[in-house]
Each structure stands twice: as C-alpha cells, then as structure tokens.
C-alpha cells in the first residue's frame, strides 16, 4: 500500500513538474510575450480569435530545444495588445517526403 502510494506521489511530482505556465497574449505587449517565451522556455498562450470569437491556444517555445523529437520549431504568429501578429515559435512534425526526391536529375 505504502509503495502505491508513493508511486502515486512522484507521478503527480514528475506531471507537476513538466506543467507549462499559461498566459494570454492579448493583455502583454509583443515585446513582452517573445521575453516571456524566451525566458521560460516554454509557454501555453492564450487568447480569442477575433473573427469567430473562439478561445484558441497552443504551445510556444523559445526554440528547437524544447520541441520533441521529430518536431522543430517554425515561426508562428500571435495577437498581442499591441501587434495584430507577434512572431513566436511553436512546435511542428518536420515533414520528409522522399518520394518527390528523384533518383535521376532533370536535365536541361
């Protein structure tokens, strides 16, 4: 029982831990959300879309680093209170297609 117990608290420990802090972009200016994304490495930005009026939020990144394997980091945009579109970085699958690549170059 003691053992269940303690594997229950070092999981909730290591899910605390790896928690990304949250923020709404539209209340910081774009200075302040790239120094935030910078810093922490990693952030949850929040904010409502301002054509459909619906929450929208993904995950931010200083760069490469703190992207999983198989995933890099491109440039993205955000609303913030005072930029309509502040570049950021988040996560994306790299995409490899090696069926476009051809065995024989074309020659001119």
């Known amino acids: ?48 879309s301002p054509t459909s009026g619906v929450p929208r939020y993904d995950r931010y990144v200083a760069n490469d680093h703190f992207c999983s394997a198989g995933e890099e980091a491109r440039r993205a945009y955000v609303p913030t209170a005072d930029a309509r579109s502040c570049p950021v970085y988040n996560c994306k699958r790299i995409e490899r297609n090696f069926f476009k690549r051809r065995l024989f170059p074309l020659s001119d």
């Open 1 to 48: 029982m003691k053992a269940i117990l303690l594997a229950a608290c070092l999981t909730l420990m290591a899910a605390e831990a790896q928690a990304a802090s949250r923020y709404v972009s539209t209340k910081m200016s774009c200075a302040q959300t790239q120094s935030v994304v910078r810093n922490q490495g990693a952030v949850i930005l929040r904010w409502t």
